[in-house]
């Protein structure tokens, strides 16, 4: 038997096949995503860092907005919609932010590059990860928001369409962040880039939670509805494919 | 820098011309309107502007898709000249659009949707020189300002989509049936100003990047020296 | 309703068209004011690049 060298692709227990030593251990592109959600999950449910800072922040937002806005009992429900996705949009900035500059600065991002990986494994890791951060958020505020406001927000259709909403959002925003982290000015840069380019999802949201709230027909639902899911699948595929060009080389 | 090329030349007195007539147009040859008065007038300079604005986004997202695809500088140049001349003129557009807004609807400023998705759309593009701004590295800044025109050019128009759903106090054609009755009820002279505006901001956005794209050339140039002599 | 006069709003007009023009010529003047600098500092970068290459081929060497 020929002596080969003592490296991490000699492992016998996981070398079945000795042809093809390449394909063997190129995991699979949902295995490799799923590896990465674990690890950015696992090492914020260590420390909490990441959803304590957003989570606290969301709810000094929506307190100052109770001082900024005459929230009273007839206004509140056509402004519930606008307070929660301004909150949910700065909020989930902070996130996209911190995810990606605690890549660069711990090096992870460079294992990642070095990993025999598609490079938009590590987006759509990313972007999950990103997306998962935000409705932890998005699931504690909004309980306390009903609580503060009486609002019953404890609706299927209502969660479904912030759920899309925080799809296109963390799919727009871990693309920019990964640039903007690229950036002199990085954490600054974010929201100058992410709001415009993100406001069809940030209107579209609004308009049709807002429709729900105020019990409007469903074809007004629909139309912002059917926007948001175009938005959704345009943006993820455009990351996908563009993801290359913007991770350092 | 490279001396300017005759067909440069011939294009700038081309395009002082064509600014000249285009001007004469609206401000003399074409008859003043009845409901609004002269103000109306800069409608002729808001719609060159705007076509021009919008033409040179599209073409911008179209130049960085065929720089990430080529990877030429010369297609980097072409998307920042693009971006820069039309942000300028859609500045124009805005502002002449709220100068129009005053005294037609009493208000300095409406949210239709035009309106709006125009401010966002220049608020892209002025993150687009703040992005490129921020890096050091030519190719990186060429890679990351291609990926975001190419962001940018396709999320404004579903911006304008989405904005449409809004509840507007105007109608939609530039906002009012006033304008709307203009569109459509506009007399043959003032047809002729129209078109010529079109096209004389079209032979000064041509002009305009052209130059951009030299600028471009020397600036390259000069960084390139730049790196030579530090060494 | 209908207005019987047509209302004087060439004010709004004329500040239109002066904007315009002001803004245009401000950007054609940002550029040829780039192009100057950019050409002088050409200039003073092609006149140290001659220089070192005098120094560096200077009968020192050899």
Redesign the interface.
């Known amino acids: 038997m020929i002596e080969k060298p003592e490296t991490l692709d000699n492992r016998p227990q996981t070398l079945d096949r000795p042809s093809s030593r390449e394909a063997a251990h190129r995991p699979s592109f949902i295995k490799a995503t799923l590896a990465i959600v674990q690890k950015d999950l696992s090492a914020e449910f260590r420390s909490f860092e990441l959803i304590s800072a957003m989570l606290v922040f969301s709810l000094l937002v929506i307190i100052i907005f109770n001082f900024a806005l005459e929230l009273d009992v007839k206004v509140r429900e056509s402004v519930t919609s606008g307070v929660l996705w301004t909150t949910f949009a700065f909020a989930g900035t902070l996130g996209l932010n911190r995810s990606m500059s605690v890549e660069k600065d711990r090096g992870c991002m460079d294992g990642l590059l070095l990993a025999p990986v598609d490079r938009s494994v590590i987006y759509f890791g990313k972007a999950i990860s990103n997306l998962i951060f935000m409705l932890i958020v998005e699931a504690i505020v909004l309980p306390v928001y009903s609580m503060l406001y009486n609002v019953n927000l404890f609706r299927l259709d209502l969660l479904g369409v912030i759920l899309l909403g925080s799809i296109g959002y963390a799919a727009?925003g871990t693309?920019?962040s990964t640039?903007?982290a690229?950036?002199?000015?990085r954490e600054v840069?974010l929201p100058?880039?992410l709001f415009?380019?993100?406001?069809?999802v940030l209107?579209?949201s609004v308009?049709a939670c807002n429709g729900l709230l105020t019990g409007a027909e469903f074809s007004e639902v629909l139309?912002?509805l059917n926007?948001l899911i175009?938005?959704d699948v345009?943006?993820v595929a455009?990351a996908f494919m563009?993801f290359d060009?913007?991770v350092e080389e | 820098?490279q001396p300017k090329p005759l067909a440069l030349k011939i294009l700038d007195i081309a395009s002082i011309i064509a600014l000249a007539v285009a001007?004469y147009l609206a401000?003399v040859f074409a008859p003043?309107?009845?409901?609004?008065?002269?103000?109306?007038?800069?409608f002729y300079?808001?719609i060159g502007?705007a076509w021009v604005g919008l033409l040179g986004f599209v073409i911008a997202a179209v130049a960085g898709i065929a720089y990430?695809i080529t990877k030429d500088a010369r297609w980097d140049r072409f998307e920042v000249a693009a971006v820069e001349?039309s942000t300028?003129f859609f500045?124009?557009t805005i502002?002449?659009g709220s100068?129009?807004a005053?005294?037609a609807w009493n208000t300095w400023w409406t949210w239709d949707p035009r309106l709006t998705t125009a401010a966002?759309?220049e608020?892209?593009y002025i993150?687009y020189f703040?992005?490129r701004k921020?890096?050091?590295d030519p190719e990186?800044r060429a890679?990351?300002g291609?990926?975001?025109t190419?962001?940018?050019g396709?999320?404004a128009p579903?911006?304008f989509?989405?904005?449409r759903?809004?509840r507007t106090i105007h109608p939609i054609v530039i906002g009012s049936a006033n304008a709307n009755q203009e569109k459509m009820s506009m007399t043959g002279d003032m047809k002729v100003a129209f078109f010529f505006g079109l096209f004389a901001f079209t032979v000064?956005f041509i002009d305009?990047i052209w130059?951009?794209i030299r600028?471009g050339s020397?600036?390259e140039?000069?960084e390139q020296?730049?790196l030579?002599?530090s060494m | 309703m209908l207005?019987d006069a047509?209302?004087?709003?060439?004010g709004?007009?004329i500040?239109?068209?002066v904007?315009?023009f002001v803004?245009?010529g401000i950007?054609?003047f940002s550029?040829y004011l780039?192009?100057a600098n950019?050409?002088r500092?050409?200039e003073t970068?092609?006149s140290?690049?001659a220089e070192?290459a005098k120094k560096s081929s200077s009968p020192k060497k050899k």
Request: aromatic letters at 10%; charged letters at 15%; proline letters at 4%.
């Open positions: 727009v693309l920019l640039m903007s690229q950036t002199r000015t840069l100058i880039l415009p380019v993100a406001m069809p209107l579209a308009k139309t912002p926007l175009v938005y345009i943006f455009i563009v060009f913007v | 820098m001007t401000l003043t309107e009845a409901v609004m008065g002269q103000v109306q007038r800069v300079f808001h502007t990430l001349v300028v500045f124009i502002v002449l100068i129009w005053r005294p966002i759309t608020l892209i993150a703040m992005l921020g890096i050091e990186k890679r990351f291609a990926v975001y190419l962001l940018g396709i999320s579903i911006t989509m989405v904005i759903l809004f000064i305009l130059h951009r600028l020397l600036e140039k000069v020296l730049k030579k002599v | 207005l047509t209302p004087d709003t060439s709004y007009m500040a239109g068209y904007f315009s803004v245009m950007y054609v550029m780039r192009n950019l050409e500092d050409a970068l092609e140290l690049q070192e």
